[in-house]
């Protein structure tokens, strides 16, 4: 059996992984936090998520991998606050989750039903700050900064349906930066690009992290991506009532080398915890 750090409670992840600016009220801590559906035709409950205990750390790129189904989405909704718990506590900044905030946003896998159709690359990053009735000069200084992290500046002013679906994750991805969220929550957001641009995208998202500071927590079930993204790794076990089972630091510098034997060793324990 792999060597894995048992406990869900938050080791500390390696030096090299922490950015800079990490923050405590960034933390998410998880204690006991259990969520059942009810049964659609009125059956028994459907357990979904049982007593799973986890602390996440301020400015860590922490990773949720798991087999379909076993309820990753499900525990980024509750951290989200879309999705209301059965039992257990769900802090973070040390405060109760009971609603979506300010301080969270969720990438989602399909940027089309998150961007605007009828407004451009410009306006749509700016979306947020004019709810905010944040000052022109402000809007375009920040969306002029997150447009350029993503890789997007000259194409500004295009709409979404003039964009490849990479260039629409990457304007999802700005809009959610220029909210400044504390906490990334991102579910599967690279799962429908082909696989050129998801390698790209996930180098991005590497350096916009390292950037930024922010907590990031990535839903995935390819290990590959987890390991080349996360600084540890949590993994769920199949559902119903699934857990965090065990967590992996991943103590590789960035950019992470496919090559690198130290990388397929990782590969194989994470891989041949899946077999077992
Ligand atoms: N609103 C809901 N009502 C009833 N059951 C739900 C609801 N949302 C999710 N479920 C059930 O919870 C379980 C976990 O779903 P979830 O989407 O969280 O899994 P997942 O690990 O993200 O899966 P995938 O990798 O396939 O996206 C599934 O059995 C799903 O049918």
């Given amino acids: 059996m792999a060597t894995a750090t048992r406990t869900a409670s938050g080791s500390e992840p390696a030096a090299a992984q922490r950015p800079l600016t990490a923050e405590p009220s960034h933390e998410i801590d998880i204690h006991q936090l259990s969520k059942s559906f009810p049964h659609a035709a009125g059956g028994e409950a459907q357990h979904i ?111 979404p349906r003039e964009l490849s679906g990479g260039m629409k994750q990457r304007v999802q991805l700005a809009r959610v930066l220029a909210n400044d969220p504390a906490i990334l929550l991102m579910d599967e957001p690279f799962g429908a690009l082909d696989a050129m641009t998801r390698r790209t995208m996930q180098r991005e998202l590497v350096r916009i992290w390292r950037d930024t500071g922010k907590t990031v927590i990535f839903v995935t079930h390819d290990i590959q991506e987890a390991l080349l993204l996360g600084g540890r790794i949590g993994i769920m076990s199949p559902g119903p009532s699934s857990r965090i089972s065990h967590i992996y630091d991943v103590p590789l510098a960035y950019p992470r080398d496919l090559a690198d034997p130290a990388f397929h060793e990782l590969y194989a324990r994470v891989q041949g915890h899946f077999d077992e």
């Fill in 49 to 159: 998520l049982r007593e799973v205990d986890l602390t996440v750390q301020g400015g860590e790129f922490f990773i949720l991998l798991g087999p379909s189904g076993c309820g990753k989405s499900t525990l980024l909704g509750l951290i989200a606050g879309f999705v209301s718990k059965t039992s257990g506590r769900l802090l973070v900044g040390g405060h109760e989750v009971e609603r979506p905030g300010p301080d969270r946003a969720v990438v989602f896998q399909q940027a089309d039903s998150s961007l605007f159709p009828w407004l451009t690359v410009r306006e749509n990053v700016e979306f947020g700050l004019r709810m905010k009735k944040r000052k022109a000069a402000e809007r375009r200084a920040v969306s002029d900064r997150y447009i350029g992290l993503v890789g997007l500046a000259g194409h500004e002013d295009k709409f």
